[in-house]
């Protein structure tokens, strides 16, 4: 399995942006699908964006979509998700992913999060 560690998560207020980044050890990393994904408190863990092995499909949730960016960089064993015009509904804590097939993914590896607060 390939191991993920995600960073750039913090406070912003609504309208701003954070650019969150995940590390994937290893050199499989082209290998795989990456995928973002978000848990608010007292709710389910839902999907957010995925990108394929060579960054040229992606997908994303309907309530992020024209807001937020998932790109990768293959040579940097990096995924990130840039998100810009940020609401309070957008806080949670991310989650980055490895996996397999596409378009229709699953995700069996897990990074340890990223807290993200947007305040109103």
């Known amino acids: 399995q390939v191991q993920l560690v995600e960073s750039g998560g913090g406070l912003v207020q609504a309208g701003g942006s954070l650019r969150l980044s995940c590390a994937a050890s290893g050199r499989t990393f082209r290998l795989y699908v990456m995928g973002w994904f978000r848990q608010a408190p007292g709710k389910e863990r839902e999907f957010v964006a995925r990108?394929?092995?060579?960054?040229?499909?992606?997908y994303y949730a309907d309530n992020v979509k024209g807001r937020f960016t998932i790109s990768r960089d293959n040579d940097k064993n990096t995924v990130y998700l840039q998100m810009n015009s940020l609401k309070p509904d957008d806080t949670a804590v991310y989650y980055c992913?490895?996996?397999?097939?596409?378009?229709?993914?699953?995700?069996?590896?897990w990074g340890q999060g990223t807290q993200v607060t947007v305040s109103s």
């Open positions: 992913a490895a996996g397999s097939g596409w378009p229709t993914a699953r995700f069996d590896s």
């Open positions: 990108i394929n092995w060579g960054g040229s499909g992606t």
